[in-house]
């Protein structure tokens, strides 16, 4: 079978495992173990050349879709924040992982993972440690490494935070941030200043972030340095609305936690309007943005039919969300979390207002003033002063605070008060306490916070897991990436079919007018035609020009243009050649149409 008369037959078609894609990999430059000269490091991958071409066009299609065309904002945070920060988040307290130690060989293992890999559950996450431990010694789960029996051994908490010391001698604590999302956050009071201070407006960010998985796996599936693509999106609960006229016909595949905890529970597919309505999705803001999502990972190259959203268990459900769920995507028969979208109401904005000095509020302004009444304290500094010293003004903040909240706590002689961890009694008539009517022009609220997040690496893994293909062409076998033109690292690999110095001359200027309307291109005069196609498909180049002798013979000049997928060709003139090809980059024209 020659090249020109290939075509797509889907039953020779082969698609990827694991192992076979991370040796091509490796072996063309997208992803491989980082140090490798020193052993390499468990957790940490370097993008090759074709690797950082394919996740930089990856985060400009979710910038474009998920920032530009949403109207959002764009912000680049520092990536090693101070501890007040994450204790203020919940991050020290409860951003943990299960760890068991093996009694042999001293390793750690992930327990949820090796119950997972060994039993029927599904979400051991989602189960508490005493559940785990019962479940390793029911089971009699060993150790992944060396087959030592892990019943009877402790399954602790494992923090998953890595931590720094910023300054020298006497320097304070901090750590890598483990999201991108507390970059945003506490920026909140100068970010709403530059949205007006006026609700709904979103936040977005790529970049790094941390986390000290116990056992890193799956190449860059699960590493310990990865990137993230987050929106903070801030609305008013009471009043904002989504737009769902626009995501209520895209059709979804959902697995609700009603399915997954009924025995013959199964997926459901349906509409984004009709889950709203049917109380599937419960919040129309998370419906929203998966109705988004949904053509997006469609548009960059996601298998629809390797596609979900699943909702999040209440066991696994992260301490700030209300509801959740994820974008999962089939790998060798299993579902991988490729992002997540959380309801995560006002509980990050409400904690940095907590335990900073800033204010976490919009103003809202009432369509007419009203009349409230409002208990207020004005203490008495002569008595609060001697009696609290430098801790005066945070005693003046407890009153206020418990002023707002609880005015019967005034009712009595004196109020009590925590003062860091200490009962203090206070007289009232040393308070100021006073019920006043006040007129408002508005109030201070705490906005909610919807967050799509959108684990990049494992997004790349995907693509490139659902675009590979084996065949055969001209008897020989082939294996190529079926990238789509808008995220593929290379969008046309231009060749002169012979090494001759006419040929290459006009191969070199084509290569510099498709390089000068913005197209990404190589040039390969290395070996036959034939092993050049083969290097440009394996590295998913949707197009290659040839330049031949008709190219410098004929009185019009036109090359041979092949497509990757069906191996077509065609032949075109060089003057129209950027243009065409920019076409098709854009989805204006399909090159069947040519």
């Not at 989602?126 to 089971?139: G, H, M, N, T």
């Not at 110095?501 to 290569?511: G, T, Y």
């Not at 410098?552 to 065409?580: C, F, G, I, M």
Request: contains cysteine; aromatic residues 10%; hydrophobic residues 35%.
């Amino acid at each position: 079978m020659s090249e020109q008369e290939h075509a797509d037959d889907t039953e020779s078609v082969t698609a990827a495992t694991s192992e076979k894609l991370v040796e091509l990999a490796k072996r063309r430059g997208y992803f491989f173990q980082s140090s490798g000269a020193y052993g390499g490091v468990g957790g940490f991958y370097t993008f090759g050349p074709q690797g950082a071409a394919l996740k930089g066009n990856v985060e400009d299609a979710w910038r474009d879709r998920f920032a530009v065309a949403e109207g959002n904002m764009e912000i680049d945070a520092p990536t090693i924040m101070p501890e007040p920060v994450f204790e203020a988040s919940g991050h020290l307290d409860g951003f943990d992982d299960m760890l068991v130690e093996c009694p042999e060989c001293g390793e750690s293992h992930r327990a949820d993972h090796v119950v997972e890999d060994n039993t029927e559950y599904e979400d051991a996450e989602s189960l508490p440690i005493p559940e785990v431990e019962e479940v390793i010694a029911e089971y009699e789960l060993v150790c992944p490494s060396c087959g030592a029996g892990l019943a009877g051994q402790a399954v602790e908490t494992f923090n998953l935070m890595f931590a720094t010391n910023i300054g020298p001698g006497d320097s304070d604590p901090g750590y890598m941030r483990p999201e991108t999302a507390q970059g945003i956050f506490v920026e909140f009071p100068r970010l709403k200043e530059y949205a007006r201070n006026q609700l709904p407006f979103g936040v977005t960010q790529i970049g790094r972030a941390y986390r000290n998985e116990i056992s890193p796996r799956r190449s860059i599936i699960r590493t310990r340095e990865f990137t993230q693509a987050e929106l903070e999106y801030f609305i008013d609960p009471e009043t904002d609305e989504p737009d769902l006229e626009s995501v209520e016909d895209v059709e979804v595949t959902l697995y609700p936690a009603s399915e997954q905890n009924a025995e013959d529970g199964d997926e459901i597919r349906t509409t984004i309007g009709d889950a709203v309505e049917d109380g599937i999705i419960s919040s129309p803001w998370v419906a929203y943005f998966l109705g988004v999502a949904k053509p997006w990972y469609d548009a960059v190259g996601v298998d629809m039919d390797r596609f979900r959203f699943r909702q999040h268990l209440s066991g696994e459900q992260a301490h700030y969300a209300s509801d959740c769920w994820d974008a999962e995507s089939e790998i060798d028969g299993n579902w991988i979390e490729m992002s997540g979208f959380a309801y995560r109401g006002d509980y990050d904005l409400s904690k940095h207002g907590e335990h900073s000095d800033d204010r976490f509020t919009i103003f809202k302004q009432y369509d007419e003033p009203k009349t409230v009444e409002r208990a207020t304290v004005d203490p008495d500094m002569s008595y609060l002063g001697p009696e609290f010293g430098g801790d005066a003004q945070a005693v003046v903040q407890k009153l206020e605070d418990l002023a707002a909240r609880d005015r019967s706590a005034f009712d009595g002689d004196a109020v009590e008060i925590d003062l860091e961890g200490e009962t203090h009694e206070i007289p009232v008539e040393k308070t100021g306490f006073a019920v006043e009517e006040q007129t408002e022009a508005g109030e201070h609220i705490t906005p909610h916070v919807i967050e799509p997040s959108f684990g990049v690496d494992r997004l790349v893994y995907t693509v490139l897991h659902h675009a590979y293909r084996e065949d055969e062409v001209a008897d020989e076998e082939r294996t190529y990436l079926e990238l789509e033109p808008e995220v593929a690292p290379t969008f046309v690999g231009v060749f002169p079919l012979q090494n001759d110095d006419e040929l290459e001359a006009q191969a070199n200027e084509i290569v510099a007018d498709l390089r000068e309307v913005g197209l990404s291109v190589t040039y390969d005069d290395s070996g036959n035609i034939g092993r050049r196609y083969r290097r440009q498909d394996e590295v998913g180049t949707p197009f290659c020009v040839t330049v031949d002798y008709e190219t410098v013979e004929n009185e019009e000049t036109t090359v041979t243009v092949r497509e990757r997928d069906t191996t077509d060709q065609k032949r075109l003139p060089v003057d129209d050649l950027a243009e065409t090809l920019s076409a098709i980059r854009e989805g204006d024209l399909e090159f069947d149409e040519l």
